[in-house]
Protein backbone atom coordinates (compact mmCIF):
# COMPACT_ATOMS: atom_id res chain seq x y z
CA UNK A 1 0.00 0.00 0.00
CA UNK A 2 1.46 3.63 -0.85
CA UNK A 3 0.27 6.51 1.21
CA UNK A 4 0.08 9.75 -0.78
CA UNK A 5 -0.16 13.28 0.70
CA UNK A 6 -2.73 14.36 -1.88
CA UNK A 7 -5.64 12.47 -3.43
CA UNK A 8 -4.44 11.53 -7.23
CA UNK A 9 -6.30 13.77 -9.29
CA UNK A 10 -9.00 12.73 -11.31
CA UNK A 11 -9.42 13.30 -14.71
CA UNK A 12 -11.45 16.46 -15.77
CA UNK A 13 -13.35 16.93 -18.41
CA UNK A 14 -15.73 19.22 -19.92
CA UNK A 15 -19.52 18.50 -20.08
CA UNK A 16 -19.80 19.09 -23.66
CA UNK A 17 -17.35 16.42 -24.51
CA UNK A 18 -19.14 14.07 -22.41
CA UNK A 19 -22.23 15.01 -23.88
CA UNK A 20 -20.50 14.36 -27.56
CA UNK A 21 -19.65 11.05 -26.31
CA UNK A 22 -23.16 10.32 -25.81
CA UNK A 23 -24.33 11.39 -28.73
CA UNK A 24 -21.57 9.15 -30.38
CA UNK A 25 -22.80 6.07 -28.77
CA UNK A 26 -26.16 6.94 -30.38
CA UNK A 27 -25.28 5.57 -33.72
CA UNK A 28 -27.57 8.14 -35.27
CA UNK A 29 -28.68 7.46 -39.09
CA UNK A 30 -30.19 9.65 -41.70
CA UNK A 31 -34.27 9.22 -42.62
CA UNK A 32 -35.45 5.55 -42.93
CA UNK A 33 -37.40 7.12 -46.00
CA UNK A 34 -40.92 4.84 -46.58
CA UNK A 35 -42.23 7.31 -49.24
CA UNK A 36 -40.90 7.86 -52.07
CA UNK A 37 -40.23 4.11 -52.66
CA UNK A 38 -37.22 3.06 -54.90
CA UNK A 39 -40.17 0.71 -56.61
CA UNK A 40 -42.72 3.19 -56.98
CA UNK A 41 -44.29 4.81 -60.21
CA UNK A 42 -45.49 8.81 -59.71
CA UNK A 43 -46.90 10.99 -61.85
CA UNK A 44 -46.42 14.77 -62.97
CA UNK A 45 -48.97 17.24 -61.33
CA UNK A 46 -49.86 14.17 -59.30
CA UNK A 47 -49.36 14.88 -55.01
CA UNK A 48 -46.60 12.72 -53.12
CA UNK A 49 -46.93 12.01 -49.99
CA UNK A 50 -43.56 11.64 -48.16
CA UNK A 51 -42.75 9.97 -44.79
CA UNK A 52 -40.18 8.50 -42.94
CA UNK A 53 -40.35 5.34 -40.50
CA UNK A 54 -39.39 6.37 -36.84
CA UNK A 55 -36.83 4.74 -34.76
CA UNK A 56 -34.40 5.40 -31.97
CA UNK A 57 -31.46 6.22 -34.44
CA UNK A 58 -33.44 7.03 -37.10
CA UNK A 59 -35.89 9.71 -35.85
CA UNK A 60 -35.59 9.24 -32.34
CA UNK A 61 -35.98 10.53 -29.44
CA UNK A 62 -32.74 8.53 -28.80
CA UNK A 63 -31.47 9.06 -25.16
CA UNK A 64 -27.30 7.95 -23.94
CA UNK A 65 -25.03 9.06 -21.37
CA UNK A 66 -21.60 9.40 -20.77
CA UNK A 67 -18.96 9.50 -17.66
CA UNK A 68 -16.15 10.30 -17.08
CA UNK A 69 -14.21 11.93 -13.35
CA UNK A 70 -17.61 11.39 -11.54
CA UNK A 71 -19.62 13.73 -14.34
CA UNK A 72 -22.28 12.02 -16.00
CA UNK A 73 -23.99 13.76 -18.69
CA UNK A 74 -27.45 12.41 -20.71
CA UNK A 75 -27.95 13.49 -24.29
CA UNK A 76 -31.66 12.75 -25.92
CA UNK A 77 -31.80 13.49 -29.66
CA UNK A 78 -35.03 14.10 -31.79
CA UNK A 79 -34.95 14.94 -35.75
CA UNK A 80 -36.46 18.74 -35.85
CA UNK A 81 -36.68 18.77 -39.55
CA UNK A 82 -36.20 16.56 -42.77
CA UNK A 83 -34.71 18.64 -45.78
CA UNK A 84 -36.05 16.71 -49.25
CA UNK A 85 -33.78 17.56 -52.20
CA UNK A 86 -35.90 16.38 -55.06
CA UNK A 87 -33.53 15.69 -57.80
CA UNK A 88 -35.92 18.34 -59.95
CA UNK A 89 -34.31 21.59 -58.09
CA UNK A 90 -36.56 21.94 -55.27
CA UNK A 91 -36.45 21.78 -52.18
CA UNK A 92 -39.34 20.55 -49.09
CA UNK A 93 -38.95 21.25 -45.52
CA UNK A 94 -40.92 18.98 -43.29
CA UNK A 95 -40.96 19.21 -39.48
CA UNK A 96 -42.42 16.18 -38.51
CA UNK A 97 -42.10 12.43 -39.76
CA UNK A 98 -44.55 13.19 -42.62
CA UNK A 99 -47.94 11.31 -43.13
CA UNK A 100 -48.40 7.62 -44.27
CA UNK A 101 -50.49 7.77 -47.81
CA UNK A 102 -53.97 6.07 -47.36
CA UNK A 103 -55.61 5.17 -50.40
CA UNK A 104 -59.01 6.90 -49.93
CA UNK A 105 -56.99 10.03 -49.51
CA UNK A 106 -57.05 10.23 -53.55
CA UNK A 107 -55.24 13.17 -55.49
CA UNK A 108 -55.02 15.42 -51.72
CA UNK A 109 -52.01 17.10 -50.67
CA UNK A 110 -50.07 15.37 -47.87
CA UNK A 111 -51.29 17.46 -44.53
CA UNK A 112 -47.73 17.57 -43.82
CA UNK A 113 -44.80 16.83 -45.96
CA UNK A 114 -45.84 16.25 -49.75
CA UNK A 115 -44.42 17.77 -53.45
CA UNK A 116 -46.17 18.06 -56.78
CA UNK A 117 -43.52 17.26 -59.71
CA UNK A 118 -43.90 19.55 -62.66
CA UNK A 119 -41.96 17.45 -65.07
CA UNK A 120 -41.05 13.83 -65.87
CA UNK A 121 -37.82 12.48 -64.45
CA UNK A 122 -36.95 11.44 -68.81
CA UNK A 123 -34.18 13.57 -68.62
CA UNK A 124 -32.36 12.69 -65.19
CA UNK A 125 -29.88 9.73 -64.89
CA UNK A 126 -31.32 6.66 -65.47
CA UNK A 127 -34.14 8.04 -66.06
CA UNK A 128 -34.89 8.57 -62.31
CA UNK A 129 -34.57 11.49 -60.07
CA UNK A 130 -32.07 11.53 -57.08
CA UNK A 131 -33.92 12.42 -53.91
CA UNK A 132 -31.97 13.25 -50.50
CA UNK A 133 -33.67 13.17 -47.68
CA UNK A 134 -31.28 15.49 -44.64
CA UNK A 135 -32.23 14.79 -40.50
CA UNK A 136 -31.08 17.70 -38.21
CA UNK A 137 -30.62 15.70 -35.30
CA UNK A 138 -31.46 17.87 -32.03
CA UNK A 139 -29.72 17.01 -29.03
CA UNK A 140 -30.51 18.24 -25.88
CA UNK A 141 -28.14 17.13 -22.92
CA UNK A 142 -27.31 18.22 -18.92
CA UNK A 143 -25.05 16.85 -16.62
CA UNK A 144 -22.03 18.05 -14.41
CA UNK A 145 -24.37 21.08 -13.91
CA UNK A 146 -24.28 22.56 -17.36
CA UNK A 147 -26.48 21.89 -19.87
CA UNK A 148 -26.80 22.80 -23.88
CA UNK A 149 -27.54 21.69 -26.98
CA UNK A 150 -25.89 19.87 -29.83
CA UNK A 151 -26.90 19.52 -33.63
CA UNK A 152 -26.49 16.35 -35.63
CA UNK A 153 -26.76 16.08 -39.88
CA UNK A 154 -27.28 12.93 -41.36
CA UNK A 155 -28.68 11.99 -44.83
CA UNK A 156 -30.26 9.13 -47.29
CA UNK A 157 -30.75 8.95 -50.96
CA UNK A 158 -33.61 7.24 -53.06
CA UNK A 159 -34.38 7.48 -56.88
CA UNK A 160 -37.68 8.45 -58.21
CA UNK A 161 -39.26 7.01 -61.45
CA UNK A 162 -41.76 10.57 -62.50
CA UNK A 163 -43.90 9.66 -65.52
CA UNK A 164 -46.58 11.69 -67.72
CA UNK A 165 -50.34 10.57 -68.31
CA UNK A 166 -51.50 11.70 -71.51
CA UNK A 167 -55.57 11.23 -72.18
CA UNK A 168 -56.22 10.36 -76.02
CA UNK A 169 -59.49 10.92 -77.38
Not at 12 to 29: E, F, H, K, Y
Not at 32 to 49: E, F, K, L, N, Q
Not at 59 to 78: D, E, L
Not at 107 to 127: D, F, I, L, Q, V
Request: glycine content about 12%; charged content about 15%.
Amino acid sequence: MVWLAEPPKQETIAPVVLAQRAVDSMALLGPDIASPRVAGRYTVGVPMWMWVNQSATTYGPNTASASAGGVTVTAIAKVSKIVWQMGDGSFVTCVGPGTPYKGSSDMAESPTCGHRYSKTSAGAPGGRYSVTATSTWTIDWQGGGQSGQLEEIRQSDTQVAVGELQVVR
